[in-house]
Antibody, heavy 117, light 108 residues
Framework: QVQLQESGPGLVKPSETLSLTCAVS?????????WGWIRQPPGKGLEWIAN???????YYNPSLKSRVTISVDTSKNQFSLRLSSVTAADTAVYYC??????????WGQGTLVTVSS | SSELSQDPAVSVALGQTVRITCQGD??????ASWYQQKPGQAPILVIS???NRPSGIPDRFSGSKSGNTASLTITGAQAEDEADYYC???????????FGGGTQLTVL
């Protein structure tokens, strides 16, 4: 059974870059599927950020595209998110997830990232 | 339109049937998936595709679609079904993912 676990700093200063990693176990990223990031500001709904295929093909939310980079490291069986020039509006719980046949079948538990000086 | 619209809140009496809807142009081309989220927890998939339930999801959960509207129906709602429900599908281009704003379900 695939499991995903987010990791990264819980506090990021304004204007800096948020970096998160999602470690995948129970399934090899190289085997296929899309892998993505979703976030949820406190008390608000879900927002898709980006997806990446195991081969490296990427898709980004247009509203965040200029600040986001998603990457995959198949040797470590993990994928990562970088969000630059963060503001308080980027404070959220960040989830990583696996997309299988148009469905987000598996989610990480989420990690809260707060943007504050 | 690249949006999915949901009613913010819905309530249902214990044991009764409730339908949660999701509207959007993308739904004419793609099926919605539905996710249940309880406070402090990650979302979990409850319905996908035409009407597919993952293992462990009770059969009181069902899904359907008509035109640009997808629906999640809970037949015989239980207290443990009280949660936020989100619909999700690709946008018309197929290269982006959309989420509805979420529906808070209260079981009375």
């Amino acid at each position: 059974q695939v499991q995903l676990q987010e990791s990264g700093p819980g506090l990021v200063k304004p204007s800096e870059t948020l970096s998160l990693t999602c470690a995948v176990s129970g399934f090899s990223i190289s085997s296929g599927y899309y892998w993505g990031w979703i976030r949820q500001p406190p008390g608000k709904g879900l927002e898709w950020i980006a997806n990446i295929y195991h081969s490296g093909t990427t898709y980004y939310n247009p509203s965040l595209k200029s600040r986001v980079t998603i990457s995959v490291d198949t040797s470590k069986n993990q994928f990562s998110l970088r969000l630059s020039s963060v503001t308080a509006a980027d404070t959220a719980v960040y989830y990583c997830a696996r997309e299988a046949y148009d469905v987000l079948t598996s989610w990480g538990q989420g990690t809260l990232v707060t943007v504050s000086s | 339109s690249s949006e999915l619209s949901q009613d913010p809140a819905v309530s249902v009496a214990l044991g009764q049937t409730v339908r949660i809807t999701c509207q959007g142009d993308s739904l004419r081309s793609f099926y919605a998936s539905w996710y249940q989220q309880k406070p402090g927890q990650a979302p979990i998939l409850v319905i996908s595709g035409k009407n597919n339930r993952p293992s462990g999801i009770p059969d009181r959960f069902s899904g359907s679609k008509s035109g640009n509207t997808a629906s999640l129906t809970i037949t015989g709602a239980q207290a443990e079904d009280e949660a936020d429900y989100y619909c999700n599908c690709r946008d018309i281009t197929g290269n982006q993912w959309l989420f509805g704003g979420g529906t808070q379900l209260t079981v009375l």
